[in-house]
């Protein structure tokens, strides 16, 4: 029998990570990129193509035995002409909707009784000032669709400010998202995987440090969480892949509210490798990338146990030093303890081009490992030696 070919709509970083995790399986990968230069093309076979062309994406399907996805962002209905021909799409786009449309996310969440803040969609800025009016203000603006790493959203603190979103109206969206501004003490984010068999694998809950609106540092688990908020989180995330048939990786970002219902709001759903995952690929059994391709192929799942106390994943962004492997010598020697993983991307300020992943052996060594992965991110963001270099 030969290997099956899994087709990843999207050349970013993340399809990039999934080729060793496919190489390990003898997995064949093939890539839909959006060109010949994003992350994904040299590490896998790959077309370049359009995603929104719907005759692009059936000839790239005909190549593959599976299709899935770097991002969220084909229309549906190309996804569901694809399935009505009999393409295995995966997350299908039933399921897919929920992490595309903010709206149909926090409806399908209030559907399911699961924990949202207090939300409305809005048409007009009158709407806007009526929900701040009704709910209190600051209110938290989005567009439904396509918004990421803080884009697409705006806080929006009074009816003057409200008074300035006139353009937000003029897009292309038949409605906002407009929700209350939620006092959350930190970020949490739970991870689970579902194959179509209906076997789900589970994550531990962990915490995410968002800085200008970007992840920058995963703790796994989340260090001091309460059990009973962390079984609750990770039940959620098991209602939300089961009940709309999530295949693969699904990330459910949280707002940890102490004191309120389950100590947790829900935030955004996405419905493929996550950011706040890349923790596993060094610090769990079975890492999310490897995971995805078991769970869209329907093989059996990995277990997730955790290979040390925690561990600490930190993101670099671009900066300074234009040449990163030029660090690696520097880094590697300071840091031996730190994972270093790289995304073959041109560097720009601001921009994810790696992540760095070490692990505490014990709860003792978690600051030290904090303290190991930023000096290395430093070593490699800045091409100089970190300021208080750990060992």
């Not at 699961?114 to 209190?136: K, T």
């Not at 001091?224 to 959620?236: I, S």
């Not at 290979?307 to 690696?328: E, H, I, P, R």
């Amino acid at each position: 029998m030969t290997f099956p070919l899994v087709g990843v709509v999207g050349g970013g970083q993340l399809a990039r990570m999934l080729a060793p995790a496919a190489i390990e399986l003898g997995i064949h990968l093939h890539v839909l990129a959006e060109s010949e230069d994003v992350s994904a093309t040299s590490a896998a076979r790959y077309t370049v193509g359009d995603y929104r062309d719907l005759d692009t994406l059936m000839r790239f399907a005909a190549t593959v035995d599976v299709l899935t996805f770097d991002h969220e962002h084909v229309p549906t209905e190309h996804l569901r002409t694809l399935e009505d021909s009999g393409v295995a799409v995966r997350p299908g786009p039933e399921a897919l909707q929920y992490a595309q449309d903010k709206l149909k996310m926090r409806s399908i969440a209030d559907e399911l009784g699961l924990p949202n803040p207090v939300w409305a969609a809005v048409d007009s800025v009158e709407a806007l000032v009526s929900f701040g009016e009704e709910h209190g203000w600051p209110v938290v603006l989005k567009t439904p669709r396509g918004g990421y790493d803080g884009k697409g959203v705006r806080v929006v603190r009074t009816p003057e400010e409200a008074a300035e979103t006139t353009e937000w109206f003029e897009l292309d969206f038949p409605a906002l998202l407009v929700e209350q501004l939620v006092p959350f003490s930190r970020e949490l984010s739970a991870q689970v995987a579902r194959r179509p068999s209906g076997e789900v694998a589970i994550y531990p809950i962990v915490e995410s440090l968002q800085t200008d609106s970007v992840c920058d540092v995963v703790t796994a688990p989340a260090p001091g969480l309460d059990p009973e908020v962390a079984a609750a989180a990770a039940e959620a995330a098991s209602t939300l892949a089961e009940r709309l048939g999530v295949v693969g990786m699904l990330a459910v970002e949280l707002f940890e509210t102490p004191g309120t219902g389950p100590g947790f709001l829900i935030n955004e759903l996405a419905m493929r490798p996550h950011n706040s995952g890349h923790w596993s690929m060094d610090g769990a059994v079975t890492g999310q990338f490897e995971q995805h391709l078991r769970a869209v192929l329907d093989l059996p799942l990995g277990s997730t146990q955790p290979l040390g106390a925690y561990t600490v994943m930190k993101n670099y962004l671009g900066g300074a030093n234009q040449d990163l492997y030029s660090a690696f010598d520097r880094a590697m020697s300071e840091y031996p303890s730190a994972k270093i993983h790289a995304y073959g991307k041109s560097v720009r300020p601001g921009r994810k081009v790696g992540h760095i992943n070490v692990i505490a052996a014990t709860e003792q060594d978690l600051n030290q490992a904090r303290a190991i992965a930023e000096g290395a991110a430093s070593v490699i963001r800045d091409g100089v030696p970190s300021a208080d270099s750990a060992r």
